[in-house]
Structure formats: C-alpha cells, structure tokens
C-alpha cells in the first residue's frame, strides 16, 4: 500500500486568495454598476520590454534554424547568461565571485522551495513572520516542523516583524540553523540596511548557521544604506546563498528565468563533522532534478543587461515605482499608518482603529472599491496590518488612491 508523506497533512490549507476572490464576485454581483481595482495583485502589469522580445524572436529563429538549433542545455545555465549575471550584477559592485557559482533557473520560487533539500530532516529553521509563504510550507512538507497550532507551527523559530522593531528581525533567542531573510521583503515592503544585515551574516559565521536570502525585490532599492546582494556584507561567501529573479525585474512572471548564487565558501556538515560545499551539493542536485531553462528564455534574459535592455527596464520600474508614491501618500492622506513602498513594490499599512485585516479588507472593498491582502494572510504577525501593491497600471493606481484619499476612518 503506497503510503503518504504525512507531513503533507500538517499544511494549512491556503484559502487567502481563494477567499479574496470569492469576497471580490459576491460584492460584484451585489453591485454591477461599481468599478473593482485590484492592488492586491503580486503580478506585473507592464509587458516584457522591447530589447528582451527582439533577443527572444532572434533565438526562435536560431531554434528554427539546423545550422544554429540547441536541444539541452547546460543545467547551470549558458555561459552567456551566468557571464552577463556576473559582471553586471556582481563585479560591478565589487563582488568577488565566478560564473560556476552562479546558477541559473526557472524560478526563485523553485530554487526557495528546493534549496532545503539539502539540509538534513532535523536542522531548525528560522523565518520571517510575516512571511513569503513558500519557506515555511516546503520545510513544512520536508518534515522540518511539528504540528500547526494557535497559529504557529512547533520547531519552528518565528523572528517577529512589527513596527516596534522596524519590521527588522531580531537575532533569534535560540539555535537557528537554516535562516531565510527576504530583503527588500514581501509583504512589508521594508528592506534590511547594511548595518542590520551585517548583525546576520555575523551571527551566522559565529554560529556556523546558512542564510538563504531572498532579495528578489533587489531592483526596487532606492536607498543608498540597503544593500543590493547579501554578499556586500564581508563574511557573507561563507555563510549565506542569494536567490535573484527576472520576475520583477524584467517582467518574467510569465517567462521564467532567475538565478541562485552559491559560492564555493558555503558549507555545511555530515554528522561527522566533514565539512561539504553546499555548490557542489547544489550541482549535483540541479543535473539530476532540472534540464535547465530554455535556450531562447536565457537569451531574452541576458537582453536584460544590454544597454538598451537596462534603460527600458529602469523605466518600467520607475513607474511601479511612482505608483508606490502615489499608494503612499493618498494613504498619508487618508491618515493611515504606511510602511515599504520605498525600496520594494509593496506597502504595508496599519489598519486604522485596531481593525483586523480581513475587516479592513471588506471596508476597502465595500467603500472604495479597492482590494487589498489581509495581512494575516502572511503570517500570524501580520494581523492588524495590510498589504498594496505596486504592479497596476498608473491610472488605475492613481483612481485607487483618490478613492483611498477619500475614505473615513
Ligand atoms: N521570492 C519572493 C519574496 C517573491 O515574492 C516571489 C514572487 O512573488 C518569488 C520569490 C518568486 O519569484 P519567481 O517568479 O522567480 O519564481
């Protein structure tokens, strides 16, 4: 009798967007006639950029061609790409790294979700709350983490983030050795300084611990004192791996292609006390699970960072960008406590009057017609707070806003 992985049964069922949806129809049913704007959305708007869909058009011609097609590819990912990464990404910033620890993916949502696999079944993991749910679910279904209860699962180190501490996390009070950070962080939308991250990468080569961290939202940065890579941080190559994305860079939700730096200084160790590069881990891991992304995705990946490709990209962000302005200060406006839209796409408010998240849900929906994310949604933590996003077009951000502005609390 084939038998379950039981710790499928300790997940949560994840209703949030479900619930989001369902709440959206019966209010639109109830009220043809009215206007619905979604800034609750984590997808991009905005279409790929014209330099990416040229390098995208040339590579299917080279597929269509005898002379010029590529069946599989390296599962690391092309050269070009990983040089194109490396240089631009990291040299440029006087980061010391090379191309073989650089390794190239359909997803950071993969590479998050699978990179714990490496770990053995008993490490203890630490994580944001609230949190990007696909940390704590895949460790979750690795059988990391005991029963679910009063919000929490056991075995799990939860490092609060709340307005009292700036939404930084606190170095764990117990042993921690598998350690996510998501900077610039989704849903607060707040992002670590080079001070605050330094504290981490301390702790975790006094304390032989890994950090895998997420900075997905690095092209958002506006501030001069957040760091871009985690590797800005001496000490750094020892201890921490950084998972980098298309996806809100560029405009690759729909496309697919990220990255994950490993480097070769990263290890950890047998029960014997052997220590074992988590690169060569991680290789071996990819050419047996994954056959690489496709030739023509890498190619309009690495139009990205071709002149033409940085400036249309920059310009896309800058308008996500403005939209954040705007979310913040009709917020401002309507005298509600805000938080993020500053070095990230998101905005993460405090819902006036002690409000729990899903009332103020249904108030934004009911009296301005606006649809936003429960905070709860992430995290325990997260109640009490709510999360906007900057992703929707300028003008329908900007009729969000007024009808925010306009609101009465
Ligand atoms: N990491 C964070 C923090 C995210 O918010 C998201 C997407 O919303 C991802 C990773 C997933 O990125 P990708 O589209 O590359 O899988």
């Not at 369902?22 to 708007?45: C, H, M, T, W, Y």
């Not at 895949?138 to 009063?150: D, H, I, K, P, Q």
């Not at 429960?374 to 003008?395: D, H, M, V």
Request: proline share 6%.
């Amino acid at each position: 009798m084939a038998q379950l992985n039981e710790n499928y049964l300790k997940l949560q069922g994840s209703y949030l967007f479900s619930t989001i949806a369902k709440r959206v129809a019966a209010f639109k049913e109830q009220n043809p006639g009215k206007s619905v704007i979604s800034l609750g959305i984590g997808d991009v708007s905005r279409p790929l950029v014209p330099a990416v869909v040229e390098a995208l058009k040339k590579a299917c011609d080279e597929m269509g061609n005898i002379n010029t097609f590529r069946g599989y590819g390296p599962e690391q990912g092309y050269a070009f790409l990983r040089e194109a990464i490396l240089k631009h990404d990291y040299l440029s910033r006087c980061i010391k790294l090379s191309a073989d620890e650089i390794f190239v993916s359909d997803g950071a949502k993969s590479d998050v979700a699978n990179f714990q696999e490496l770990f053995s079944p008993l490490e203890t993991v630490a994580l944001q709350n609230p949190v990007y749910p696909v940390y704590l679910d895949t460790n979750v279904m690795a059988g990391r983490t005991e029963e679910f209860s009063n919000g929490r699962y056991g075995g799990v180190v939860y490092l609060p983030c709340t307005e009292e501490n700036n939404f930084t996390p606190a170095l764990p009070d117990k042993p921690a050795d598998l350690v996510y950070l998501c900077s610039p962080n989704n849903p607060t939308g707040t992002a670590m300084t080079r001070a605050e991250l330094k504290k981490w990468v301390d702790w975790a080569v006094e304390n032989h611990s890994i950090i895998l961290y997420d900075s997905a939202y690095e092209a958002y940065i506006t501030q001069a004192d957040v760091p871009h890579s985690i590797y800005e941080i001496p000490g750094a190559e020892k201890v921490a791996v950084e998972f980098r994305s298309f996806s809100k860079t560029a405009g690759f939700t729909g496309t697919r292609c990220a990255y994950t730096v490993v480097p070769k200084g990263v290890e950890i160790f047998d029960a014997n006390g052997s220590a074992h590069p988590l690169n060569a881990l991680w290789l071996r891991r990819q050419t047996t699970k994954f056959n690489g992304v496709p030739y023509i995705v890498q190619r309009g990946a690495e139009a990205v960072f071709s002149p033409d490709g940085q400036a249309q990209i920059k310009e896309v962000i800058s308008g996500y960008q403005a939209n954040a302005r705007v979310i913040l200060n009709a917020l401002k406006g309507a005298g509600i406590q805000a938080f993020g839209g500053i070095n990230a796409p998101y905005i993460w408010l405090k819902t006036p009057n002690g409000l729990d998240s899903w009332t103020f849900f249904d108030k934004l929906l009911q009296e301005a017609q606006v649809v936003g994310t429960p905070g709860i949604g992430f995290g325990s933590c997260g109640e009490g707070y709510f999360r906007l996003t900057a992703f929707n077009t300028p003008e329908l951000t900007k009729q969000a806003a007024d009808r925010v502005s306009a609101l009465k609390f």
